[in-house]
């Protein structure tokens, strides 16, 4: 079980921690790559062409154009869960545009904007189709989650 986090900034990173911890705490191996789609596109291309037979999802994180989730679909197989940051510009807005609007043929599993809790949940969800043990572990996840309301609504009663 392998998933592979990029991003475009070490910037983005505070974005990601939550999420890169919680796959870690599924018993997964986790990739973690500063690389950029427009500054440093031959590593990219060099790094997916290493990681194509033994992982198998991609989170990728970027902010503004956030070109790095399509220019990392366009050229694998993996699945990838795009990121968007919210950068100065217009709140996160052109992140979660560009990376939702990608053309017919090359598509993006896109999350809530800087939610790396969300993208390693859904990169884990897509996992669990090879894995079942992951699938255990998010039934047990959401359990948890289930129960913490169910007691916040206790104490408020």
Do not use: C, W
């Not at 986090?5 to 191996?29: A, H, Y």
């Not at 940051?85 to 807005?93: A, Q, Y």
């Amino acid at each position: 079980m392998k998933i592979a986090v990029v991003m475009g900034s070490k910037s983005d990173l505070p974005k990601l921690e939550s999420g890169i911890e919680l796959m870690r705490n599924f018993g997964v191996e986790v990739a973690v790559r500063v690389l950029s789609a427009h500054r440093t596109p031959v590593e990219l291309s060099k790094f997916l062409d290493e990681i194509k037979n033994d992982t198998d999802v991609i989170v990728a994180a970027a902010g503004k154009a956030a070109h790095l989730p399509g220019v990392i679909a366009a050229q694998t197989l993996i699945p990838v869960v795009g990121l968007p940051i919210k950068s100065s510009t217009m709140d996160g807005l052109d992140s979660l545009l560009s990376m939702v609007q990608m053309p017919s043929g090359i598509p993006v599993a896109t999350v809530t904007i800087d939610s790396g809790t969300n993208a390693a949940l859904m990169a884990l969800q897509i996992a669990s189709i090879k894995y079942p043990v992951l699938r255990d572990r998010l039934s047990d996840y959401r359990d948890e989650m289930a129960k913490k309301v169910l007691l916040d609504d206790v104490s408020v009663q």
